[in-house]
């Protein structure tokens, strides 16, 4: 049975119990992060457990504009929080990502959520 820690690249014994609501098994260093609020997530397609600066950065707000041009859509503006500062990504959606990225919109926003 595979007894690491469950970070990524962490080697480390896990210890006797895990942590909290989380359910992860981690070695006591990494335990003491998750408990002090670090960012935490299972990767989806391997099940690894990414924390602190291995997981993504984290959007903290959203805005979007429609534009004309070739090809017209939206300009999806994100800003993200990163350790060192805000950083914000600006992408062209054409309005055919735009049917894809409303797909995946409903498969993945939680029923029931509310802004
Ligand atoms: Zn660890």
Same mark, same amino acid.
Request: glycine fraction near 12%; hydrophobic fraction near 40%.
């Given at each position: ?61 959203? #805005? ?22 805000? #950083? ?28």
């Amino acid at each position: 049975m595979d007894m690491n820690c469950q970070i990524k690249d962490c080697s480390q014994d896990p210890g006797a119990e895990s942590v909290g609501m989380t359910g992860l098994m981690l070695c006591p260093e990494h335990a003491r992060s998750v408990e002090a609020g670090e960012h935490w997530m299972r990767e989806p397609d391997t099940g690894t457990v990414l924390l602190g600066d291995q997981v993504p950065p984290l959007v903290v707000a959203i #805005s979007g504009s429609a534009v004309s041009g070739d090809p017209g859509g939206m300009v999806l503006r994100l800003t993200t929080a990163a350790t060192h500062g805000a #950083s914000h990504i600006e992408v062209l959606l054409s309005a055919q990502e735009l049917v894809m990225l409303d797909g995946v919109l409903e498969r993945y926003v939680p029923a029931g959520t509310e802004i």
